[in-house]
T-cell receptor, first 113, second 110 residues
Framework: NAGVTQTPKFQVLKTGQSMTLQCAQD?????MYWYRQDPGMGLRLIYY???????DKGEVPNGYNVSRLNKREFSLRLESAAPSQTSVYFC????????????FGPGTRLTVT | QKEVEQNSGPLSVPEGAIASLNCTYS??????FFWYRQYSGKSPELIMS????GDKEDGRFTAQLNKASQYVSLLIRDSQPSDSATYLC??????????FGQGTRLTINP
C-alpha cells in the first residue's frame, strides 16, 4: 500500500516548456487534489476532483490544467511554464470532499528558469 | 483578513516542555479542523483532526477547539527534538475546500 505517489520528484523547465505531473493513489479514495506550496504562503489549492469524472478550480488555477484519468490517477499539466510556477507541488487524496482527512504525496519540486 | 492565520514563528521550546500552537479562522460556519506536521523537505502529515468544541487527546498531542472564538490550538506535551517541524493548521470551508494557514515553525531545544 503505497498511499499517494507522485512523479517526477524534481524537474527543471525552461520558460515556455510544458510538462505533466502525475499522481496516483491506491486507497480507493474518491477525491483528489493538487496544491502548490511557496515559502511563507502555505499550501494553496490549484484544482481538485471531487469524484471520478469531475474537476473544479481551486484558489490558484491560472496556468494549469488537470485530468482525472480514472479513480486512481489525477494529473496536472503546465502548458507553458513561467518562472512564477516555480514551487513544490503536492497531490493529495481523501475519501470524499468536506470533513475528510487528506493524505499527501511526497511532492514534486519544480523550477522554471 | 486571512482565512486561516497562524503565527509563523519560529517558536522555540525546551525539550520536555509543552509547546502551544495557535490558529484562528475567519469562516464562522467551519466545522472541521486539522493539524498537519511537515518536516523540512517532506510532505504534510496529518496528526490530528477535531470537529467538536473542547479537547481531543492523542498521545502527547491535544487539539483544542473553540468555535465561538474561532480558534483552534495544538498542545504538544513532553516535547522532543523529533517534534521540530512546521505545523500547519487547516480548516474546511464552504463544505469542500481545505484552507491552510501559513504554518508555525517549531524548534525543540535539547
Amino acid at each position: 500500500n503505497a498511499g499517494v505517489t507522485q512523479t517526477p520528484k524534481f524537474q527543471v523547465l525552461k520558460t515556455g516548456q510544458s510538462m505533466t505531473l502525475q499522481c496516483a493513489q491506491d486507497m480507493n479514495h474518491n477525491s483528489m487534489y493538487w496544491y502548490r506550496q511557496d515559502p511563507g504562503m502555505g499550501l494553496r489549492l490549484i484544482y481538485y476532483s471531487a469524484s471520478e469524472g469531475t474537476t473544479d478550480k481551486g484558489e490558484v488555477p491560472n496556468g494549469y490544467n488537470v485530468s482525472r484519468l480514472n479513480k486512481r490517477e489525477f494529473s496536472l499539466r503546465l502548458e507553458s511554464a513561467a518562472p512564477s510556477q516555480t514551487s513544490v507541488y503536492f497531490c493529495a487524496s481523501s475519501v470524499g470532499t468536506g470533513a475528510y482527512e487528506q493524505y499527501f504525496g511526497p511532492g514534486t519540486r519544480l523550477t522554471v528558469t | 483578513q486571512k482565512e486561516v492565520e497562524q503565527n509563523s514563528g519560529p517558536l522555540s521550546v525546551p525539550e520536555g516542555a509543552i509547546a502551544s500552537l495557535n490558529c484562528t479562522y475567519s469562516d464562522r460556519v467551519s466545522q472541521s479542523f486539522f493539524w498537519y506536521r511537515q518536516y523540512s523537505g517532506k510532505s504534510p502529515e496529518l496528526i490530528m483532526s477535531i470537529y467538536s468544541n473542547g479537547d481531543k487527546e492523542d498521545g502527547r498531542f491535544t487539539a483544542q477547539l473553540n468555535k465561538a472564538s474561532q480558534y483552534v490550538s495544538l498542545l504538544i506535551r513532553d516535547s522532543q527534538p523529533s517534534d521540530s517541524a512546521t505545523y500547519l493548521c487547516a480548516v474546511i470551508q464552504g463544505a469542500q475546500k481545505l484552507v491552510f494557514g501559513q504554518g508555525t515553525r517549531l524548534t525543540i531545544n535539547p
